[in-house]
């Protein structure tokens, strides 16, 4: 039975789908009956489609969903001892598979959170035969459980979620959280590479740099302008194809993390993100926020 508190409002406390379309009113349903007979036979296919994505996936020898006992032992897994390059929030693997063409001498790693979104990733790799591309599906916050310290020699971050909501700035993948995090597993001298369509993720980025005395090895905010030449910044991603942002530009930094970012400047970091970005986000009313992810 539907809670009398529905009134024919779809709502959360409503109970199952199928209790919600039951409280629909006359009026609610002549409104949306189109829509809902259009949505609902597709929903066991989109559902369909993932459970076979995660079945395969499990099947793949260079996808680690998880893993353990992997920190320090690439090297024997790649069977090389070739630089070790990591795609964070990698969705499809744009990059992975990109770089990993344009460099084969290098061994490239894509990690996300979503199955769905490596297996397409994983499955170009397999197809093509590549033995320099593997995956791992984890939160990138775990990233120290999977790496030896100076394991890896370059991060690349393609479009990763701006989170642009103030309060959930530190789960920018640039945030000094998950730089300390990056910091204790690249070499010295190893670089990370940010890649986006945000101008506050960008701006952001360029602020935590800044404050913390990372050091800038490039900068642009246009790489079409900028950087045109070259093939590192010429892979495109799902994302980039998007422009969520509605900016128009792709903004690239590359930096390195000289030593550990000094803990006493992060209060100073909050109070500045939120006098620059409460004005940023109200002049940036077009670059919506959406969970990317
Ligand atoms: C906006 S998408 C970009 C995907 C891809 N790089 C592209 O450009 O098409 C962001 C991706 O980051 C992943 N992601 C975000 N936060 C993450 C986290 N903390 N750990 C693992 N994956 C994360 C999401 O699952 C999503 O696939």
């Known amino acids: ?6 009134k024919g409002i779809i ?5 199952d789908y199928s209790q919600q379309i039951l409280v629909i009113s006359p009026i609610v349903r002549k409104k949306y009956m189109r829509l809902i007979k259009a949505v609902l036979p597709l929903q066991p ?21 998880y893993p353990e006992n992997t920190a320090g032992k690439w090297q024997e897994r790649f069977n090389n001892t070739n630089p070790i390059v990591l795609e964070l929030a990698c969705g499809k693997g744009e990059y992975s598979i990109g770089l990993a063409t344009l460099y084969p001498n290098k061994n490239l790693i894509g ?15 397999l197809q093509a035969g590549m033995n320099n591309v593997a995956f791992i599906r984890s939160q990138i916050g775990m990233i120290n459980n999977y790496f030896a310290a100076g394991e890896v020699d ?30 204790q597993i690249l070499k010295p001298g190893g670089y990370i590479n940010l890649k986006t369509d945000s101008p506050v993720l960008f701006q ?21 302008r900028d950087l045109k030449q070259n ?20 903004h690239y930094l590359k930096f390195a993390i000289p030593g550990q970012l000094d803990p006493t400047k992060d209060d100073r970091l909050s109070t500045m993100v939120r006098e620059i970005e409460t004005a940023l986000i109200e002049g940036l009313k077009d670059e919506k926020e959406t969970d990317r992810g």
């Open 154 to 183: 370059e991060i690349w971050l393609p479009f990763p979620d701006p989170q642009l909501r103030i309060s959930k700035s530190n789960r920018r993948l640039t945030h000094p959280e998950f730089l300390r995090k990056y910091q």
């Open 231 to 250: 093939q590192e910044l010429l892979i495109k991603t799902h994302y980039e194809g998007l422009d969520i942002a509605n900016s128009k530009r792709i």
């Open 45 to 65: 296919v989109m559902g369909q489609k993932k459970l076979i994505r995660f079945a395969e996936i499990a099947t793949f020898d260079h996808v680690l969903q």
């Open 11 to 15: 709502t959360s406390k409503c109970g």
């Open 111 to 125: 990690v996300d959170v979503k199955g769905n979104r490596i297996w397409v990733g994983a499955k170009k790799s």
């Open 1 to 6: 039975m539907a809670p009398k508190s529905c």
């Open 204 to 224: 952001f980025t360029k602020l935590v740099i800044e404050l913390y005395g990372l050091t800038l090895l490039e900068e642009s905010d246009d790489i079409s």
